[in-house]
Every structure is written in structure tokens, then in C-alpha cells.
């Protein structure tokens, strides 16, 4: 009875702020995300202390009073916290084992089409033994339609039994009297009512399906209910991952489209919610979630490719429109993503704008430009543990500046770290070939060198005229980096 009672003070509390903005604009809203998310930043994760605890529980006995309005108010601004939601558990229940990922899908009664126990089937089919033991799938189940969402639940328990009783499959509902009103919405951009109900609605279902998924797993993958899977998808993400440890990010796409491939740390997950739900009339998820990433310091998009997963419903969701969207660059088998163990990149030639060295070394599609090289500058790549290479390959020039190459270029692995004023260096180099037509390819790196590398360096043999593109640089591991 708590519970709900501070989820409808809650809503009410949004409801009043409606109608003092009814007639907000897209400014507004702006400058209340930015406020909200900074006045978190002072905020400690204990907020909600024993007295105001006490507080909040007197406001489902007393009628309530605009006091306790405001510090409801408050308790939601606190992001870090979870949301008092009683799930029904419809399939499965939770392991006391934290996962390595959790993949959240919320789905709802489509007109046309229904597509979820395809993806549902495609998550398990493409992952191996070894990789199940690491992931959880989440089913919201958010239709309002009991008899609808019974049906699709024996469905589940029919087709995917051992995984559920694995602790592989969990389905869930967040009950009707959680939600918000969904009448007398705002119409943002002139959106008809039902459009703006039905994506209302869904930032609320993705709110509550975040919210239950934060102490499952270390990291959460957003998926929507009709897509197709890349083979061993997870073994690719892990992969990302580690190549991006020390730096900064809130969220990494691994597809282009709507809110599919969406990877998240779990930590982040409450906060997500939260704002999901202050702001759940105001636009469609994908749009808060530029907002989201951008007010948590991630400026730009960090979009991995191949894409690991496609769009491949017919029908959208809402109304049973014709969706034929698809994803061109994802590939069914993407297992020969790179690993790229995490490093540091320096070189001496002249870097153009921000195209910066560490924009060859991403799986994201960027490079690294810089101005006409001369005999002797190099490209090197440091890295933070020593470790066996099995493949290099690399990639210089564009489609667009196919002269943009380089010309003439040797690669080489090194050891013997030393620190030098311009950081850290390998004192020992051998070569392992040369540049031809821009590219290099090395295979078996690990049969050719006795030791382990910690240091992968491009040299200019030659001096050129055109300015020098490094559109990719890709290392395969034999084994993690050692110890």
C-alpha cells in the first residue's frame, strides 16, 4: 500500500508540474533536464534517510500536503535510487549470481505481426554454451490486456522451459496502477493523441523494465522485441568493452536503429528510470536518450561496427504500421570482431582538427587524419599490458580520399617499455613487413615473435605529398592480456 501510494504522490506531483507548463516549449525542457541532472550531482545516494522514510510513509495515511508534495518531489530528482514498483513475476524469478549482461525487451499486443518469441529464440540460438552462463533476458510484458499477456507467457514457458528454469529467462509486468495518467498528455510537435499515449506509454514500460534490471547483471543491453541476432553477439561486446577500459562512456550503440543495441552500465540504470519518467510525455525514448547521454558528459555517439543486431519486424507496434527499417550494416557473423587491447597511441605527425590518433583504434566509425608525413614519423601504439598477437591488420585512405594513403610504410612490434619525454616507447623493434597500396596484413604474429609485444608501431619509410588517412587499426589476441 506504500508502495503505491508514493508512486501516485508521485505522478500527481508531475501531473500539477503539467499544468503549470501547459504550454511549455522545447527550451524549457531543456533548461529543467540540465537543472535536474546537476542538482544530482549534490546529491549522495542515501538520500532518503529513516525521518524522511518516516515522512513518506505518513502520506498513505494523512491526506497529503504541498510539503510533502515537494519532498516527493524531491526523492524522484534523487536518480540513484531505485523505483518502489511490486513486479509481478509471470515466468522465472532471479539468481543471487550477479550476470555479465542483462538484455531487457519490453513488448506490448501488436495489431499486426508479433515477433517476440523469434528474437527471444535468436538471443539463445546465437550464443554459445559458455556465453549463456553469462546473460539474463528480461521480458516486460507491459499490454494492459491480462488475457494477452497469460497466453504469450505459456507460450514462453512452452518454448523456452529450460532456460527459465535455468535462471536464463525472466517475464515480468509492472501493474496497470504504477502508471501515470495517460490522458490529456502533452502534444509535443503536433503528434496526435494516440501517438503521443502510445510513446508516453513506452517511456514508462522501458522506465519500469530498466528499474527492475539494475542489480542483475554488471552492464544492460536494450533490445526491442522484433530483431535478429549476430552469431556470439556477446563475445563481441565483451570484446568492446575491454578495449574501452579507462576510457569515459554512458552508453555504446551497436546498432543504428531505434532503441536496439543500446549497451549501459547497470550502475546508470536508476537514473535512466528516473528520467525516463520525469519526462515521459515530452518525447519518443530515443530522443530523451541524446538528452540522457549528453547531460551524463558523452558528447558524441560511439556507434561500433558491424552492427550486431537487425531490425526485423514488418509491423511497428504502434497502430500496425508498415516498419521495413534494416540496419546495412549489420552482419550475421560478426565473431572476427577485433580485440584491441586497451593501449595508449602517440605519434609526430601533424594531426588535422580532431582527428585525433585514438580514432584508428576504434571499432567506431572515425579515423584518424593527419597532415603529408616525412621520412621517420611514426604511429605507435602502447599498450597497458603486454600481450600475444595473433593478426594485425590495418587499414589507411577512404572511399571518398582514396589518395589519402600511405605510400610507403613499414609495421613493427616491439618490447623493452621506456619512458621518454614523449611517453612511454619501446626501446626494441622488429619489423614485420611493408605498406602495400596502404594496407598490411599480418597473420600468425604470434609463430613470428618470441615475446610478448607491448608496443605496435607504423613507420614512415618514405616522405609524401598527400595527407595520410589511418582508417583502422585491428589486433586479434591469442590470450587475454597477462597478468
Known amino acids: 500500500m506504500f508502495k503505491f501510494c508514493s508512486m ?42 529513516e ?77 554459445s554454451y559458455e556465453e549463456l552462463k553469462e546473460i539474463v533476458v ?77 542489480n542483475l547483471s554488471h552492464f544492460y543491453m536494450m533490445l526491442e522485441d522484433d530483431v535478429r541476432c549476430s552469431r556470439n553477439f556477446l563475445t563481441a561486446l565483451k570484446k568492446v568493452i575491454t578495449s574501452r577500459e579507462g576510457s569515459y562512456w554512458v552508453m555504446l550503440e551497436f546498432s543504428k536503429l531505434g532503441y536496439i543495441g543500446k549497451l549501459y552500465h547497470s550502475r546508470d540504470l536508476p537514473r535512466l528510470a528516473h528520467f525516463l519518467l520525469m519526462f515521459y510525455q515530452e518525447m519518443p525514448c530515443d530522443w530523451l536518450l541524446i538528452h540522457f547521454r549528453g547531460l551524463l558528459a558523452q558528447k558524441d555517439v560511439i556507434r561500433f561496427k558491424p552492427s550486431l543486431f537487425q531490425h ?58 593527419g597532415k603529408p608525413p616525412s621520412t621517420g614519423d611514426f604511429f605507435v601504439i602502447v599498450f597497458n599490458k603486454s600481450t600475444k598477437i595473433s593478426k594485425i591488420k ?11 594513403i600511405l605510400h610507403h610504410g613499414a609495421l613493427e612490434v616491439g618490447e623493452k617499455l621506456v619512458g621518454t619525454k614523449k611517453g612511454k616507447q619501446c626501446s626494441s623493434y622488429i619489423t614485420l613487413g611493408e605498406f602495400k597500396n596502404g594496407n598490411i596484413e599480418v597473420q600468425d604474429v604470434d609463430h613470428k615473435i618470441a615475446f610478448d609485444i607491448e608496443c605496435v608501431r607504423i613507420v614512415v619509410t618514405a616522405s ?20
Open 138 to 214: 528480461v521480458v516486460h510484458l507491459a499490454d494492459f490486456d491480462l488475457v494477452w499477456c497469460e497466453n504469450l507467457v505459456q507460450d514462453i514457458t512452452r518454448k523456452f522451459a529450460h532456460h527459465i528454469i535455468a535462471g536464463r529467462l525472466l517475464v515480468i509486468q509492472a501493474p496497470e496502477e504504477y502508471y501515470p495518467s495517460l490522458d490529456g498528455l502533452k502534444r509535443n510537435y503536433n503528434d496526435p493523441e494516440d501517438r503521443v499515449r502510445f510513446r508516453s506509454k513506452q517511456n514508462v514500460d522501458y522506465a519500469f523494465l530498466l528499474n527492475f534490471c539494475t
Open 464 to 483: 609524401q605529398k598527400e595527407w595520410i588517412i589511418i582508417r583502422s587499426i585491428s589486433l586479434w589476441t591469442t590470450q587475454p592480456p597477462s597478468q
Open 8 to 49: 501516485r504522490l508521485v505522478w500527481k506531483s508531475l501531473d500539477k508540474m503539467r499544468c503549470l507548463r501547459k504550454r511549455s516549449t522545447i527550451p524549457f525542457l531543456g533548461f529543467l533536464i540540465t537543472f535536474l541532472l546537476f542538482l544530482n550531482l549534490y546529491i549522495e545516494d542515501g538520500y532518503v534517510l
Open 51 to 127: 525521518g524522511d522514510k518516516r515522512q513518506l510513509r505518513e502520506t498513505s495515511v494523512h491526506p497529503p500536503s504541498s510539503e510533502r508534495y515537494v519532498h516527493t518531489f524531491r526523492d524522484l530528482s534523487n536518480f540513484s535510487g531505485t523505483i518502489n514498483v511490486t513486479y509481478r513475476y509471470l515466468a522465472g524469478t532471479p539468481l543471487n549470481r550477479k550476470k555479465y549482461l542483462t538484455i531487457g525487451l519490453s513488448s506490448v499486443k501488436r495489431k499486426r505481426g508479433n515477433y517476440l518469441l523469434e528474437t527471444i529464440k535468436s538471443i539463445f540460438d546465437q550464443s
Open 394 to 404: 590495418i587499414a589507411t585512405g577512404s572511399d571518398d580520399r582514396q589518395n589519402d
Open 312 to 369: 526485423m519486424g514488418y509491423y511497428s507496434s504502434y497502430k500496425g504500421a508498415e516498419n521495413k527499417l534494416k540496419d546495412d550494416d549489420f552482419e550475421e557473423d560478426s565473431i572476427d570482431i577485433p580485440d584491441n587491447p586497451p593501449a595508449s597511441l602517440y605519434t609526430n605527425i601533424n594531426v588535422f582538427e580532431n582527428y585525433d590518433a585514438t580514432k584508428a583504434y576504434s571499432s567506431v566509425d572515425e579515423y584518424f587524419w
